[in-house]
């Protein structure tokens, strides 16, 4: 179904675009790049030439975290009993998304959310494929599909930095794109430091506690009559080694649990390093 949907929009893409470069002007000026061109539809504000640079993760080498290359971090014992099914990312996290990324992130440039919402939808699309396709193959389920789309939080002092939270954005874009609700439901009890120049354990033991369920938010014995695991999809700006995910993702598991309510946690990020 989704293939179906995807050619479709192929098809109404191109006769939009058609007709745009017949009665538009003669083009714009590409968001990253700064050449004058017709514009592409799918991936606003970047011109063709910018489409065919952009890093897809289209062969997964590890279907756990959703690296497209080799991973030798999920064979690690203590990685066995991450709180996430999996991972999946739309790009490499290399020099051009770091630009793109940080130029939104960190110095407010407006423009860069539609095109950075539209690599996260078309990841998304293509998580949703792979997964029902073994689905399909192993237990004949349905469409996969999420019941809900939450956000890893920033914190107070992050958020009056940047004006925004990035990561919901994107979570906020894509349930708008899918027709799902979107939850408020964490809260960061910590502002943790910049990770990236931190190694993996020191990532992980400074996430322990980085995170709680946020007071007032979503009640789970709501969902003490499903008849099925709760299906919620948490949506990160950038993986690194997962450990922000996974802190994210035990403090959901653990306010579930002790509302005896089975949920089933799925992750997707824009990159992934």
Request: glycine share 6%; charged share 20%.
């Amino acid at each position: 179904m989704f293939s179906y949907i995807f050619h479709m929009l192929e098809r109404i893409q191109h006769l939009t675009g058609h007709l745009y470069r017949l009665l538009g002007p003669p083009g714009s000026q590409c968001l990253t790049c700064g050449t004058r061109a017709v514009l592409s539809l799918r991936y606003p504000g970047i011109c063709p030439r910018c489409v065919q640079q952009i890093p897809w993760i289209r062969s997964i080498r590890c279907h756990r975290c959703g690296r497209g290359v080799g991973c030798p971090d999920c064979v690690r014992t203590h990685m066995q009993k991450r709180s996430f099914v999996c991972n999946r990312s739309a790009v490499q996290y290399n020099d051009l998304m770091k630009d793109w990324i940080s130029l939104y992130k960190f110095r407010g440039h407006e423009r860069y959310a539609p095109l950075l919402t539209a690599l996260l939808i078309q990841a998304f699309l293509a998580m949703s494929e792979e997964l029902t396709s073994i689905c399909e193959k192993e237990i004949k389920k349905p469409l996969w599909r999420p019941d809900a789309v939450t956000y890893v939080p920033v914190s107070g002092e992050r958020l009056a930095e940047r004006g925004f939270n990035q990561a919901e954005r994107l979570a906020t874009g894509l349930a708008t794109a899918a027709r799902l609700p979107c939850v408020d439901l964490l809260q960061r009890q910590i502002n943790t430091e910049k990770q990236s120049f931190k190694s993996r354990a020191e990532r992980f033991e400074t996430m322990k506690h980085a995170f709680s369920i946020k007071p007032g938010g979503f009640d789970f014995s709501l969902l003490r009559n499903y008849n099925k695991p709760f299906k919620l999809l948490l949506i990160d700006d950038i993986y690194t080694t997962g450990s922000t995910l996974d802190a994210c993702g035990h403090v959901i598991l653990h306010a579930a649990i002790n509302s005896s309510v089975p949920v089933e946690i799925y992750t997707l990020t824009l990159a992934r390093s």
